[in-house]
């Protein structure tokens, strides 16, 4: 070994032992892996914190929205309708009929399993094209897992209709 090399040995050393009796420098395997456990544990709860804060944020109050004039709609005439939820941005289908010239919205939300049911206008049907569940024009399953396991109509809406303009609570 060359005196430069003995020099940096031992001024590596001193540097090591100085760290160590600070607490820093090098560390043991089992340290070093309880160290990472603790990151990792810390970073699960960061996600799981920012996961609570957004779906906290994707649950917004529910408003009255306007969704069109009543003279927008037929009677026997389902015509479809995108409503944001809350205000929030993301857009569900509503299915807006006048049944004896008074208005009723259903949602487009399958009982099942929450899908998005879309009008077939030459069957006059509702289908969810999850697993193929069938309502008729009221809103009720006939077919599919919405009607075997008894899950219920489509939602209806709660509405109000003001000066000509008709609006869902949503």
Known sequence: ??????????????ITANNNEAGVGTISRRQFMRRCGQVAVASGLLVAAANVLVACGEDPKPIWQPIGKLTDFAVGKVTTVKLK???????????VQLVSQQPQVLGGVCTHAGALVGWDESKQQFVCPQHGSVFNKSGHPLTGPAAEGNTGDLPTLQLKVENGIISVFS
């Open 1 to 14: 070994m060359t005196l430069l090399q003995v020099a940096r040995y031992n001024n590596h050393m001193n």
């Open 85 to 95: 939820l809350g205000g929030s941005g993301r857009e569900i289908p509503v299915f």
